[in-house]
């Protein structure tokens, strides 16, 4: 209304830009509505500065909410009545058409002896505006008599007393049930007839909507706890508070995410997904002391704000609270849910001194805890933050690297114990024109975790066949590729579907594709994905076991999959051939293997002593840097021209 901002006016005085012949009626108006009861109003008009420079007439109605400890202080219901001080001027001109226009008034119209206050007529809405039947029934009574609060007569009578007018004033006034109707008075003296002229007009529903408009302005419609308007303003209370006390107590904001929630809304609907948030905000609310505020930012994530806490155990004290309101399942509609939660945590001063820096830090942990793998609490610090921000800044542009194409394949040659290349691994790059050609390490765990790499794979799937296809239309000898599966790819339901597709569209012999899965690939969904394999390998094409001896496969169940070869893991040719536990499993695998009739790669191979181990031990194939480095597909080229 008066064009400033927020942060303008916040942390000043209330009375900073009242006219200064106002502030001192403004400041006892203040002082007394501090002592009002609960329900008790207090109007005030004063002049206010505009932005601008010009000076506003203004009505405030003043409420008593020092005991709510959410707001703690005097909550003003202001609007801006300039323009209605101008129609105070007109409606002195149409005095003479009163009388004419009195009876078809579209506001209440009341009549008033003066000197004893009683009602002598009425217009049509006027009485009914009490719920009475006719103009007969309220005749006589005593003005009083319609007044909720005698003080709210006492008050408009002194003020007619001194100015002979009175202008929309705000009370709540009584029908004929004795029910508060709550209405806007405009009264005028008429000293010649000793009478008093009072214009009411019924402002039940917006007041209503005022209420409602405040309420919804602090508190979240679903789960009635504070929004985060609300707890942004506290937050900013309490800070203030402890700046000017000199002081600065610990506070600590506290940003909760339930966990797979999204999953719940997914399987039984958002309804269901709505009560039970209302279900765990009341539990939440519940288990907490009055002075802590606990409210909910939007979707599944609420937010607290404990003071007082005093050291780092007490605000590990109540994480474990917060925990602690998991322990048990929820109930909703004959479902039962255990859910789980990731939190973060800032702390006022350490993590920063204002409350948009405090709720953004404890959001950004709060996710720092989702991605440490959930059911977990993190607390922000300024290298987390740089961690975050450096994933989102790649995160954009992995989105934009996939659709510009950027990945490309570099192949592994992959050759036999003499050096004579018999395959290659196709492995992934990324040709980054920011960050040049970026290793696979530094962008696949990333791509990983956020599903790109499902679309990532397909591409180097796709790249891999149409360059082997195209090597064979060259005339180099056939020779199988091997691309690896991520999780993501393998579980995909249309996977073998993709897969056929990308065949047919390279124009490669399945019998030179091989596709690599690593254990736990296989482990998520037994039974699934052993028949896949099968589907897989009745196409021509041939399947190995990347990482083998890294997961948790049973060895029982190797014997069902349908596989032709088993890679030992970089991990354990690493410490060959010193290390004795590398090199039992590394020979225990190899005899595993061609017992079941498989094939055995060692990657990662990069020492002499390395390869004459496994030479010895009779392992199949091998690759890794001792024969030669992923080369591009121009330089392979080269290699197999050799």
Known sequence: MLGYTQQERLGTSALAMVHPEDREQMAEVLKRSATLRNGELAVIKYRYRHSNGSWRHMESTGSNLMDNPLIQGILLNTRDVTESRLAEKAMQKREEK???????????????????????????????????????????????????????????????????????????????????????????????????????????????????????TFYDQLTQLPNREMFSNKLHMEIVKSQRHGREKNLAVMCLGLDRFKNINEMHGPALGDRLLQKFAAKLRSSFREDDLVSRLDGDKFMLLFSELGSAEGIVDVVQKTFAVFSDPFLVDGNVFHITASIGVSIFPHDGNREETLMRNAETAMYHAKGRGRNTYYLYDEQMNREIIKRIKMEEELQHAIFRNEFI??????????????????????????????????????????????????????????????????????????????????????????????????????????????????????????????????LGLSISIDDFGTGYSSLSKLKDYPIDMLKIDKSFIDHLPHNSKSATIATTIIDLAHNLGFRVVAEGVEKEDQLEFLVKNNCDYYHGYYFSKPLSTEDFEKRIRA
């Open 98 to 216: 009163y009388r004419r226009l009195y009876n078809n008034a579209l506001v209440g119209m009341v009549t008033v002896d003066y000197p004893t206050m009683t009602i002598l007529e009425t217009n049509d809405l006027g009485y009914r505006i009490f719920g009475y039947d006719s103009c007969a029934d309220i005749i006589g009574n005593a003005l009083s008599s319609v007044f909720a609060d005698p003080e709210d007569l006492t008050a408009l009578i002194r003020r007619l007393d001194a100015q002979g007018e009175a202008y929309n004033v705000e009370v709540p006034l009584l029908n004929r049930k004795g029910e508060k109707v709550w209405s806007e008075i405009s009264a005028k003296k008429d000293d010649e007839n000793r009478e008093l002229r009072v214009v009411i007009a019924d402002i039940s529903k917006r007041k209503q909507a005022e209420e409602l408009l405040t309420y919804y």
């Open 409 to 538: 394949a570099h192949y592994q040659p992959k050759v036999t114990r003499d050096g004579r290349i018999i395959g290659m691994e196709s492995l992934i790059r990324w040709h980054s024109p920011q960050r040049g050609l970026v290793p696979p390490f530094e962008f696949i765990p990333l791509a990983e975790k956020n599903g790109m790499i499902e679309e990532i794979g397909n591409i180097i799937l796709y790249q891999s066949c149409i360059q082997n296809y195209r090597w064979q239309e060259k005339g180099f000898a056939p020779m199988r590729v091997a691309v690896n599966l991520s999780p993501y790819q393998f579980n995909h339901p249309e996977m073998v579907t993709s897969i056929c597709r990308v065949l047919k569209e390279t124009r490669l012999d399945p019998q030179w594709l091989e596709l690599e899965i690593t254990e736990s690939g296989i482990m998520s969904n037994e039974k699934e994905s052993i028949e896949k394999l099968n589907e897989l390998t009745s």
